[in-house]
C-alpha cells in the first residue's frame, strides 16, 4: 500500500485522493486477531504542505469476535481513522515519519492502527446480561433454574445478622 507522492511534492497545498483494498494478511503478521481473514480498505487524502507529506484517511475492516459476557460471536464493523505527518529531513521531529522521497509506505502504520484500537471488550448488545455464574446459561436467552438467593458463603455471617435484625 503505497502512495507515489512525487507529484504532491511539485503542487504545495494540493489533495490528492487514495483509496486501497487489501486481504489483513497483506500487513504483516496478523494472525492473533479477529479480522485476519477479512479485507482492509483505506481511502483518504494526502498532499505536501511545504515541508511534509501529511496523510489522512479512514480504515475499515470487519472481525468476528466473541462477546465479553456471554461468549456469544459478534460481527464488529471497525473505522479507525489515519493521519500522519512523512518526512525526508534529516533529524525529523517526533511526530513525522520518515519517508524515501518517491513513495510512502502505508502498511506498518495502517497494522499499527488497527491493533493499537483494538477493542477491549465486546458486547454483543449494550445490555447483555452474560452467563450465569452457577450453571453457565446464556441468561439473555432466559432466566435460568438456579436459585437466585445464594448467598456467598464469606458472607453468610451478615445475612446471619441481618436475619435476627429482622426477627427482633
Known amino acids: 500500500m503505497k502512495l507515489q507522492v512525487e507529484e504532491a511534492l511539485k503542487e504545495a497545498g494540493k489533495s490528492f485522493p487514495f483509496s486501497f ?4 494478511a497483506e500487513l504483516g503478521d496478523v494472525d492473533e486477531f479477529p479480522w485476519k481473514d477479512a479485507t482492509v480498505a483505506i481511502d483518504g487524502t494526502y498532499g505536501f504542505d511545504g515541508n511534509h507529506i501529511v496523510v489522512h484517511g ?3 475492516v470487519s472481525g468476528g469476535y466473541t462477546c465479553s459476557r456471554c461468549l456469544s460471536p459478534v460481527l464488529v464493523d471497525r473505522n479507525e481513522t489515519l ?6 529531513e534529516a533529524g525529523l521531529p ?8 518517491e513513495y510512502i509506505d ?6 499499527e492502527t488497527l491493533i493499537l484500537s483494538e477493542p477491549m471488550r465486546v458486547l454483543c448488545r449494550p445490555d447483555c446480561k452474560g452467563l450465569c455464574p452457577q450453571c453457565g446459561a446464556n441468561l439473555n436467552d432466559g432466566p435460568c433454574s438456579c436459585p437466585t ?6 458472607l ?3 445475612a446471619q445478622l441481618l436475619r435476627s435484625k429482622e426477627e427482633r
Do not use: F, K, Q
Not at 483494498?21 to 489483513?24: F, I, K, L
Not at 517526533?94 to 522521497?101: A, F, H, K, R, S
Not at 502505508?106 to 497494522?111: A, M
Open 58 to 60: 479512514n480504515i475499515r
Open 94 to 101: 517526533e511526530d513525522v515519519l520518515p519517508y524515501n522521497g
Open 106 to 111: 502505508l502498511t506498518e502504520t495502517i497494522r
Open 156 to 158: 453468610d455471617v451478615l
Open 83 to 88: 493521519s500522519e505527518v512523512y518526512g525526508t
Open 21 to 24: 483494498e487489501c486481504p489483513a
Open 149 to 154: 438467593d445464594n448467598i456467598d458463603p464469606r
